[in-house]
């Protein structure tokens, strides 16, 4: 009898704690609201910070800059080489009532489409915007927008197609 009691008393201790952390839940900040996924919404810098949840490693990079006048884009890359490219192409962005907006792309000088077709969500006005790839939900990208393409990587890619 005494462990009944004592169970009831942890039970009662748990549930007025957990009642507790639910009222105060009223001072977190509420989730800022999802963007519309637009060439507006989208126009500027954007640096990858993660990628499948993971930082990037040490030496790679990418940054996308995207126009929405003529829905072009400029990518700044190293990923599977030692030197850093710069693509350019350009991009569209349609809204699918079941799946939600999907951005592709197709790249300049006939190098074809982009490999996949992206999920956009979680574009959000403070700065940042989540891709998922649509034929395979366990590729993630998280992008942050920045102001500029950093000079020395501008400088790595502009090297390497001048020569």
């Known amino acids: 009898m005494k462990y009944l009691k004592k169970l009831f008393t942890l039970l009662v201790i748990a549930l007025f704690a957990c009642g507790f952390t639910a009222c105060s839940s009223d001072d977190e900040e509420p ?11 989208l126009h500027g810098t954007w640096e990858l910070a993660e990628w499948n949840g993971e930082p990037l490693a040490e030496g790679t990079y990418c940054y996308i800059v995207f126009n929405r006048k003529d829905q072009t884009f ?4 190293k990923f599977d080489s030692m030197y850093g490219r710069h693509i350019t192409g350009s991009f569209a962005i349609k809204n699918d009532p079941y799946q939600g907006y999907i951005i592709s792309g197709s ?13 956009v969500t979680r574009l959000l006005k403070s700065g940042s915007m989540i891709w998922t790839a649509k034929d395979d939900v366990t590729d993630i990208s998280r992008y942050e927008r920045c102001n500029e393409v950093p000079a020395e990587i501008l400088k790595d890619c502009k090297d390497l197609t001048e020569e």
């Open 31 to 41: 989730e800022e609201p999802s963007l519309e996924v637009t060439p507006a919404n």
């Open 74 to 77: 400029e990518m700044y890359q």
């Open 107 to 119: 790249y300049d000088n006939g190098k074809g489409d982009w490999n996949q077709s992206y999920l």
